[in-house]
């Protein structure tokens, strides 16, 4: 995996401008804030982000990967203030689940999702090397 940053770039902050790998693919479908059994346990924004960012790492870990493996990232929140707000939160759950690794992401306020009670959905893209 390389990490893509053009000579002269300001370095961006929790993602990468971009990455180039090679190796088995996995993609994963947008997971939100509830467990394996479609249960939320909260409607905190951050408490959703928590789970939706487990969900990511237990259905990598059913195809032989682990967060180190993702290459990129796509947030559909509900609420961009909301979002904002919470960064230091939201990055602390991100460091203990995800860890250090920082692969491109892409946020993007939407109207809604389709459950009701869900605050964010993430999708993701992860290479395994072969």
């Known amino acids: 995996m390389q ?15 971009g ?20 249960r939320f346990h909260t ?14 790492v237990a259905v990598l870990r059913e195809g032989g990967a682990g967060p180190e493996h993702i290459v990129r990232m796509t947030w559909y929140v509900i609420d961009k203030k909301e979002y ?8 602390k759950v991100y460091r ?10 892409t946020a993007v306020q939407v109207a809604g999702l389709i459950e009701d009670r869900a605050k964010v959905e993430i999708e993701v893209t992860a290479v395994v090397p072969e």
């Open 3 to 17: 990490f893509l940053q053009p000579d002269g770039w300001v370095s961006p902050k929790g993602y990468a401008n």
């Open 19 to 38: 990455i180039s790998a090679t190796g088995r693919q996995i993609f994963v479908g947008g997971m939100i804030g509830w467990d394996g059994q479609g």
């Open 43 to 56: 409607d905190d924004f951050v408490g959703q982000v928590s789970q939706a960012l487990q969900n990511v």
């Open 84 to 91: 904002v707000a919470a960064y230091p939160e939201i990055g």
């Open 96 to 105: 203990e689940i995800i860890g250090r690794h920082f692969p491109s992401m």
